[in-house]
C-alpha cells in the first residue's frame, strides 16, 4: 500500500479525506457526492476498467482516476528538448514517479532479467523520497552516442541536495539510461 505522502504528491490537489488506492495501487480521488453499490476503477496505466463491490455498510463511493502523466508537473525542475539525454532522463523518471514501471523499464538499457521487478521494488521508495530532480550539466562522447548527465536530486525533508550522474547511450536512434 502506499503512503499518504505518495498519494498527496501523485493528486495534490486533492483534499486527502477523498483520496484512496485503487487494486492496481492507483491513487484515486473519491467524490463523496455519490452513492452507489459499486466504484468503478480506472487502471490510468492500462486503461482498464475493474468494477469493485461495496462489501461495507457504508454508501460505496464513485472513484475518479488520478490525472495522466501528462498532467503532472515534472519531478525535473529543467525545461528538456526533444530526443535529447535530458529529456530521455526526465521521461523515465516521470514515469516511473508516477506513472507505469512497464513504460518507465521502456527508457533503460540494463542487462539484467529481472530488471522491471527491481525497478517495480524501488518504485514506492522514490516515489515516497524525491521532491524533484534539477539536470546540471551535461557531457557528449566525440561521437555524441553517449552523454553523461549530472545533477542534484532532492529529497523531502532535506535542505542540501544529494548529487546524481546519468550514463546514456544513444541506441537505435533513441537515447537509453545504462544501467
Known sequence: MLS???????????????????ADDVPV????????DTAVLEDNALGDMATASDQTSMPSPSAIPAPPLA??????????????????????????YYGDVEDAVGYYQVDMANFEQELANTQSAFQQTVDSVTITDTQ??????????????????QSEPAPLTYQLKKVNGQWKILG
Request: with cysteine; charged share 25%.
Open 4 to 22: 499518504s505522502s505518495l498519494i498527496l504528491s501523485a493528486c495534490s490537489n486533492s483534499d486527502p479525506d477523498n483520496i484512496a488506492i485503487d
Open 29 to 36: 480521488v473519491v467524490d463523496d457526492a455519490v452513492t452507489t
Open 140 to 157: 557528449y562522447s566525440e561521437d555524441d552516442t553517449v552523454a553523461t548527465i549530472e545533477g542534484e536530486l532532492m529529497i523531502k525533508g
Open 71 to 96: 498532467d503532472q508537473p515534472s519531478i525535473v525542475t529543467n525545461m528538456t528538448e526533444p530526443n535529447s539525454p535530458e529529456d530521455t532522463v526526465k521521461q523515465a523518471l516521470n514515469t516511473l
